[in-house]
């Protein structure tokens, strides 16, 4: 069975970098086709996706982060990353992984608990 | 860019009644088109895709409809583990898009 974890700092400072790792564990990241992805939900809020990547490291980004998002993965470990730079209060957050079903297209059918995220010195 | 827009924002529904629940999109998305489910504390669940292909698991009394620009997901019979939040989102293009959300709530 698919499963995905984030992990990272819980609070990070703001005008620093916010730094999360998605883990898969009971399947490869090289897989074709599919683009593995960041979505965020601000406290009481709906979902916001902030971007995805292929295990060749295509990316796509939400253009309303693109300046401050870099996603990247790691194939040997079975990892990709999220880093956002410039923080503010207003990226206080669940940051969760997630990747699309088997059958391909960009929803998502496998997700991680989430990792609250709290922006605040 | 894509505006998805679900109403109604909240929905206030009896056990065992129908839900009916609506997506729109600002432009055609074609089928492209997912359903999910999330309740507190929890990641969304995919309910549907395609439009209308529920994902693996879900039960029969969830349906879904739609395809350009109006999307409609059903649920027939409402069950007590049934009242949540509910997103559509789009991927027929980048950026990803979800809508707002429908909160199904008991009457």
């Known amino acids: 069975q698919l499963q995905l974890q984030e992990s990272g700092p819980g609070l990070v400072k703001p005008s620093e970098t916010l730094s999360l790792t998605c883990t898969v564990s009971g399947g490869s990241i090289s897989t074709t086709n599919l683009y593995w992805g960041w979505i965020r939900q601000s406290p009481g809020k709906g979902l916001d996706w902030i971007g995805s990547?292929?295990?060749?490291?295509?990316?796509y980004y939400n253009p309303s982060l693109k300046s401050r998002v870099t996603i990247s993965v790691d194939t040997s470990k079975n990892q990709f990353s999220l880093k956002l730079s410039s923080v503010t209060a207003a990226d206080t957050a669940v940051y969760y992984c997630a990747r699309p079903p088997d059958y391909g297209g960009n929803s998502w059918d496998y997700w991680g608990q989430g990792s609250l995220v709290t922006v605040s010195s | 860019e894509i505006v998805m827009t679900q109403s109604p924002a909240t929905l206030s529904v009896s056990p065992g009644e129908r839900a009916t629940l609506s997506c729109r999109a600002s432009q055609s998305v074609g089928r492209n088109l997912a359903w999910y489910q999330q309740k507190p504390g929890q990641p969304p669940r995919l309910l549907m895709y395609?439009?209308?292909t529920r994902a693996t698991g879900i039960p029969a009394r969830f349906s879904g409809s739609g395809s350009g620009t109006e999307f409609t997901l059903t649920i027939s019979s409402l069950q007590s583990e049934d009242f949540a939040l509910y997103y559509c989102q789009q991927y027929n293009s980048w950026p990803l898009i979800f809508g707002g959300g429908t909160k199904v709530e008991i009457k």
């Open positions: 395609g439009a209308s």
């Open positions: 990547i292929s295990y060749r490291g295509t990316t």
